[in-house]
């Protein structure tokens, strides 16, 4: 089985995209992203470890992972979410929001960088309409 | 099909239950796997691991079985021969489903042409009034013959379960 590092990990969500069987899923709510790990679906490849962009996922060596009840192989890490400052969307976690901040070194202010992806598009087109026309 | 269940005597039922502790007899039954997962049922049973030695003996027919060995995501295909499979057992009916598919359906789990893992085959037995005694869920891809010794001892309460569900809170950092 794998195990998920609560310190490491941002909840970007690279591992449940790249799941085959999608035993790693994630469940973004008003209150909190859930990353979940089904490890009766998983099938060992690692591809969550190769593309981990914050090595946060480890191998074990553990096989013996038998249980009585499905609902005993499930293995959930809570994350806060963060919600969109224009629309009130809930859309990325708390952690992934300082990661990328710190990634991109300032480059984006906290007004694009705590805005959904939908709304940053018609904010950036509003600012370079602007620019051109003159004209709010 | 359903009328010819043994005549449902709790106490016989918990009797018999008790007295399975070892030399259970053992049904393997594939519903549409891939063969991984039986080429290890079939390493259990051959001289490396040789569970004979336990009395966990390899038979023909469910009607003999304790315990069917479940591997695969269950294909509509073979969903008929399943139920009646099972249906045929003696009670009490245990089943071991091995493997990815058979405990979640594995890539298959949402596909037009499988069922997608055991718990769903156990709501449709469940509503066909088929009832299953325990079941035991062993994961891995394919189960390790370790994985599936150690999921017969769970399943006789010789062993005690090493995985939890779990719930953790991440740690901002």
Known sequence: MIEIDP???????????????????IEVNEKETILKYFIGRCIFCW????????????????FELSAVDVHELQMELVHNTVKCRVCGKPFITSKFVKEVGRRLNGGFKDDLLYVCPTCRR???AKKIATKVTGVE | MVEALPRNGSVDLAKAFDKLKRSIWVFHLNTGSCNGCDIEVLDVLTPYFDVERFGIKLVGSPR???????????????LDKVVRAIDAMPRPRLVLALGSCGVGG?????????????PKLQELLKSLGVEV????YVPGC?????AIIYGVALLLGLAEPKVRYERVEAVEG
């Open chain 1, 47 to 62: 591809m969550c470890v190769q593309t981990c962009p914050q090595k946060a996922i480890k191998t074990t060596n553990k």
């Open chain 2, 142 to 146: 394919p189960v390790r013959p370790e």
């Open chain 1, 7 to 25: 310190v490491k990990c941002v909840g970007c969500g690279a591992c449940v995209r790249i799941c085959p069987p999608k035993a790693l899923t």
């Open chain 1, 122 to 124: 018609k904010l950036t």
């Open chain 2, 133 to 136: 005694d325990k079941v035991v």
């Open chain 2, 64 to 78: 003999h079985a304790d315990l069917i060995l479940l591997t695969g995501p269950i294909t509509i295909k073979t």
């Open chain 2, 106 to 118: 594995g890539i298959w789990f949402n596909t037009y042409s499988t069922l997608g893992g055991y």
